[in-house]
Structure formats: structure tokens, C-alpha cells
């Protein structure tokens, strides 16, 4: 079976600082990988993803990922927090297997609350 | 995301009533979910359905049912609503086709079972 697992509840970044936000998978075959973003009372955004090629992807508001194999992670950057990034952020796997198979959907963290002060 | 608009927004409800939330989407897609979202627990795959002709249960699909009238409509049920089923549901969409396996997400629906 297929986890996520985000280890902290909540990031405390001062704004202008890096910002990391964790993320470890578990998967039987090929993870492919993703970012959202929900902001108060909306819905999920896209952010990013990795599926293959270059272990570091670029998305959406100046967001980065980088894809660990060995690790099993994704952690989601960004070289320099602002205020608007204050959101809640949801890492996703979704187990691929070339010979098909098995659920489709995406097995998501429970989130982690990022907080950017000013 | 406007593409996939979700009714109604915001529903209360009694413990045994049915209700019916609607998802529809003009991205063209073929692949539609259903998710519910919990405080502390992230969101969880309730059913999901790869064409009209082919719907399969998520990981918490005992309490649901879902039909799938058109490749754009994709609606799912509470045949006797419990307080339990207390949680903000999300309908999504996908186009694997392309290579693009990222989900793309509706408003939410917030439904509350008294």
C-alpha cells in the first residue's frame, strides 16, 4: 500500500527566509509525486509534480521540489517566503505501475500548516 | 479551479436524510474522483471513475454510492446521512492521457450531518 507521510503539523518561516516543507512516500512501484496548496476555504491547487527526469522540479509561485529516491522524499522549497504563502500544503503519491493495475487516485499527507511572519 | 464546479457549497443535513452532491466538470476529462476532507487526516479517496462505464471504490467508500451520467457529471450519495459523514468533500479530475496524472480540484462541498 501506498503512504505519505508530512512529519510536521506546522513551518514557522520569517518572511524573506528559505522555506522547506517535508515530505517522505512509501509506494510498491514508480512514485509520482505532487504538490498542492489550499488556501482558506478554497480548494486544492496544483503546485508541482515529478513524475521522471530531472530530480528537480520547478512550479507554480516560485515553489521547487526535489525528488530523493534513496530518501523516499519530496520536499517542497522556496528560496525566499512571503506572507502569501501562509497556507496549507498537501504532498501526494500516486503508485504507478507500468503493467497497470491497482487503484487509481492519489494517496495524500494529512498537511502541513506553513506560516510566514512578517 | 472554475473548470470543475461543485453543488452545493455549503449543505445541512439530519442524521438519515439522503443528499446528493454534484460535481461537474468542462475540462474534458475522463477520470473523475470524489475525496473527503478531514481536520488532521488529509483528504481520502471515497470513488473514483475512469469513463462512465467504470467506477471503482476508493479507500473509504462503505456509506457512498456514485453515478456517473456523463463524462462530465460525476455526483455522489448518502443514502442515510451520519454525523460521521461530518467533512468538506472535494470532487477532481484527471487527463492521464496526456501524461499528466495531476488532479484538478473544485471548490469543495462543506456538509454537516446533525
Known amino acids: 500500500a501506498q503512504s505519505v507521510a508530512q512529519p510536521e503539523d506546522q513551518v514557522n518561516v520569517a518572511e524573506g527566509n528559505p522555506l522547506t516543507v517535508k515530505c517522505t512516500y512509501s509506494v510498491s512501484g514508480n512514485p509520482y509525486l505532487f504538490w498542492y496548496v489550499q488556501y482558506p476555504n478554497r480548494g486544492l491547487q496544483f503546485l508541482l509534480k515529478?513524475?521522471?527526469?530531472?530530480?528537480l522540479v520547478k512550479g507554480s509561485y516560485g515553489f521547487e521540489a526535489e525528488f530523493n529516491k534513496s530518501q523516499t522524499s519530496f520536499h517542497l522549497k522556496k528560496p525566499s517566503a512571503l506572507v502569501s504563502d501562509s497556507a496549507l500544503y498537501f504532498c501526494a503519491v500516486r503508485d504507478h505501475r507500468e503493467s497497470g493495475g491497482g487503484a487509481d487516485g492519489l494517496t495524500f499527507g494529512k498537511g502541513t500548516h506553513l506560516i510566514i511572519q512578517p | 479551479d472554475a473548470d470543475v464546479t461543485q453543488t452545493p457549497r455549503n449543505r445541512i443535513t439530519k442524521t438519515g436524510k439522503r443528499i446528493m452532491l454534484e460535481c461537474s466538470q468542462t475540462?474534458?476529462?475522463?477520470?473523475m474522483y470524489w475525496y473527503r476532507q478531514d481536520p488532521g487526516l488529509g483528504l481520502r479517496l471515497i470513488y473514483y471513475s475512469f469513463d462512465v462505464k467504470d467506477i471503482n471504490k476508493g479507500e473509504i467508500s462503505d456509506g457512498y454510492s456514485v453515478s456517473r451520467q456523463a463524462q462530465a457529471k460525476f455526483s455522489l450519495s448518502l443514502e442515510s446521512a451520519i454525523p460521521n459523514q461530518t467533512a468538506l468533500y472535494f470532487c477532481?479530475?484527471?487527463?492521464?492521457?496526456?501524461?499528466?496524472?495531476?488532479?484538478?480540484f473544485g471548490p469543495g462541498t462543506r456538509l454537516t450531518v446533525t
Open positions: 475540462k474534458g476529462h475522463d477520470r
Open positions: 477532481a479530475t484527471s487527463d492521464p492521457r496526456a501524461g499528466a496524472y495531476e488532479q484538478y
Open positions: 515529478y513524475i521522471t527526469g530531472d530530480n
